[in-house]
């Protein structure tokens, strides 16, 4: 079952670049990885999603090595409104049982 | 996102007693989910229900049944509510594609 680890929190100042990783050793085949951002007292909310190499939307990118046994969000110059909680999640979409979400990375942005 | 509702978004109620939380879509998905949230453990499934004659137990089902009454709704219920399910529960759904999970704002339940 592909549990992850990701460090507990961090902080970034505005407008610099932030990377979060997260540990999934044991990744299966059909697994993609997903990440989610959530605000205090809002539901998680989906951020970008990849399966190898690089994923790039306009919020974020996601960097995926060849092994895919780690994962690392970035985020490009962040402000202050991206202090919330990241979670990565790992999954094969076909089954919920083999969806986990870590504890997540607490991000505080400071001005 | 305002396309899966919760309710009551906050309970507090006394141990023993039979609480049920609803949730709302109209998303149209097949897929639903209900998570639990306490601090320092992140997001865990308590059930899920891939349409509406599917439901299936998640990582902590213990204390909790749910039912699928319609595509659009999903309840979960504690039958005797007990302290340690004090906790932020989330509904959750996501469509047969991407499986990304589109999620409620969340009931924060109280148990005394």
């Known amino acids: 079952l592909a549990k992850t680890t990701q460090p507990i929190s961090m902080d970034s100042y505005e407008g610099q670049e932030v990377n979060i990783t997260c540990s999934h050793n044991?990744?299966?085949?059909?697994?993609?990885i997903t990440w989610y951002q959530r605000f205090p007292s809002q539901g998680p909310r989906f951020i970008i999603q990849g399966y190898k190499t690089k994923v790039t939307n306009e919020v974020a990118s996601l960097f995926i090595p060849a092994d895919r046994k780690s994962s690392t969000l970035s985020l490009p110059r962040v402000s202050l409104s991206d202090t919330a909680v990241y979670y990565c999640?790992?999954?094969?979409?076909?089954?919920?049982?083999?969806?986990?979400f870590g504890t997540g990375t607490r991000l505080t942005v400071i001005p | 996102d305002a396309d899966v509702t919760q309710t009551p978004r906050n309970r507090i109620t006394k141990t023993g007693k039979r609480i049920m939380l609803e949730c709302s879509q109209t998303k149209g998905h097949d897929r639903m989910y209900w998570y639990r949230q306490d601090p320092g453990l992140g997001l865990r499934l308590i059930y899920y229900s891939f349409d509406v004659k599917d439901i299936n137990k998640g990582e902590i089902s213990d204390g909790y049944s749910v039912s699928r009454q319609a595509q659009a709704k999903f309840s979960l219920s504690l039958e005797s509510a007990i302290p340690n399910q004090t906790a932020l529960y989330f509904c959750?759904?996501?469509?047969?594609?991407?499986?990304?999970?589109?999620f409620g704002p969340g009931t924060r339940l109280t148990v005394l």
């Open positions: 959750a759904t996501s469509d047969l594609i991407t499986d990304t999970q589109y």
């Open positions: 999640l790992v999954g094969d979409r076909t089954g919920a049982n083999n969806l986990f």
């Open positions: 044991n990744i299966a085949t059909n697994d993609y």
